[in-house]
């Protein structure tokens, strides 16, 4: 892990010894980034290749796929691949480095510890901070039955790269919902029934950044963007050996019936569960007016009973999660006429 402003500049150095021979590195850019100065400052060498990710949807696998079998016609093998940008871009760069190695589709591995064999060398540098995918054993992907990550031990990157200058330039609606994702990561982790001193070490240190942030300061400035860049990282790793809780759950089945966004889902679900969290979202409702952030509401007026019905399963389907967040006797704690109930008031 290299952490610092300006480190973006080390990268030709650091990728140079994981070059092999003629395979090039492929670097996966968030298209924001399409004719900005930050591309033009990928260090390409003879036959390496920039795609810009599309990121309009969370990656699919059939995107992963299609990416993944362009490279192997085009070059049979390439040395590594470097992604640079949001949790999608850096999900699809780790997803891709996995399906360069391991044969058939990403959907086959969407689980816990499927994952064959090591994908090729890859990189993450973030451009917006929050989501922990940096750090995580995860890859989240939409595939043809179901949302879920390829979790696995090969997942994680060989190299990260925080320059927290990467993220200045990023529009505040969205900077704040994805750094939510952490300050939810910390408060889910915090108060879940799987905490332990791993987790908890980390997770007060990221709530701590993020406080600092949204609450104590006035206004955003580059140190901001350093503090949010490191608490992103501590978030991420106070998730990895506990778990996430009700926010996510019920933004999971969002997400899967309404295609809404992890950092903004999270936020509209976190801004209505004070009984679960009551301290917290006191404190989350008094971030988003002080900086005068908009959470969509009402967004699930309208929605049939099939549709409420389906939300409902997604969610339910998240064990790990209510039980993290409810104890073992989590079933009879959230029927689903509770959860009805929450899905209706968002
Ligand atoms: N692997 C994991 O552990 C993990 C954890 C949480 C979330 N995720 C995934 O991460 C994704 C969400 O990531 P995210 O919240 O970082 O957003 P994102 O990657 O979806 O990007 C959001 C938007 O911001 C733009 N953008 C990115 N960097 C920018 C910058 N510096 N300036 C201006 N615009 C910029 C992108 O083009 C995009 O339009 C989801 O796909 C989610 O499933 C993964
Ligand atoms: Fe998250």
Redesign the pocket.
């Known amino acids: 892990m290299i952490y610092g402003r300006g480190s973006f500049n080390q990268v030709d150095e650091i990728i140079a010894p994981h070059r092999k021979s003629m395979n090039p590195m492929v670097f996966f850019v968030?298209?924001?980034?399409e004719g900005k100065p930050l591309a033009s400052g990928v260090p390409l060498r003879s036959n390496d290749k920039i795609i810009f990710a599309d990121?309009?949807h969370?990656?699919k696998t059939t995107y992963v796929d299609l990416l993944a079998n362009q490279l192997k016609d085009e070059f049979g093998i390439i040395s590594g691949v470097v992604g640079i940008?949001?949790?999608?871009?850096?999900?699809l760069a780790?997803a891709v480095s996995l399906m360069m190695t391991n044969p058939g589709s990403s959907a086959d591995y969407q689980g816990w510890d499927l994952v064959k064999f090591p994908g090729v060398y890859k990189v993450g540098i973030?451009?917006?901070?929050?989501?922990?995918?940096e750090?995580?054993r995860?890859?989240?992907l939409t595939g043809p039955t179901r949302k879920l990550?390829m979790n696995s031990d090969f997942t994680p990157f060989d190299q990260i790269v925080l320059d927290p200058a990467?993220?200045?330039?990023?529009?505040s609606n969205?900077r704040f919902?994805?750094g939510m994702?952490c300050y939810i990561h910390c408060i889910e982790s915090l108060q879940g029934t799987y905490l332990n001193e791993f987790s908890k070490s980390y997770g007060e240190k990221a709530l701590q950044l993020c406080q600092e942030i949204y609450v104590d300061k006035n206004g955003w400035d580059d140190d901001c963007d350093d503090k949010l860049m490191m608490a992103s990282y501590a978030g991420?790793m106070s998730i990895a050996y506990s778990q996430v809780g009700v926010a996510h759950a019920v933004s999971y089945g969002l997400?899967f019936l309404l295609g809404t966004?992890?950092?903004i889902g999270n936020c509209i679900v976190f801004d209505k569960l004070e009984e679960y969290y009551p301290a917290a979202v006191k404190e989350f409702k008094y971030m988003v007016e002080k900086n005068n952030i908009e959470i969509p509401q009402g967004i699930c007026r309208g929605l049939s009973d099939e549709d409420f019905n389906k939300m409902i399963d997604v969610s339910l389907g998240m064990k790990p999660l209510w039980e993290n967040a409810l104890g073992k006797d989590w079933e009879s704690i959230i029927t689903r006429e509770k959860l009805r109930a929450l899905y209706e008031r968002l």
């Open positions: 968030d298209y924001f980034f990121v309009t969370e990656p940008g949001g949790g999608a871009t850096m999900d780790k973030p451009t917006l901070s929050g989501t922990g995918a750090v995580s995860t890859t989240v990550g990467l993220t200045k330039n990023a529009p969205q919902y994805t994702d991420g997400a966004k992890h950092g």
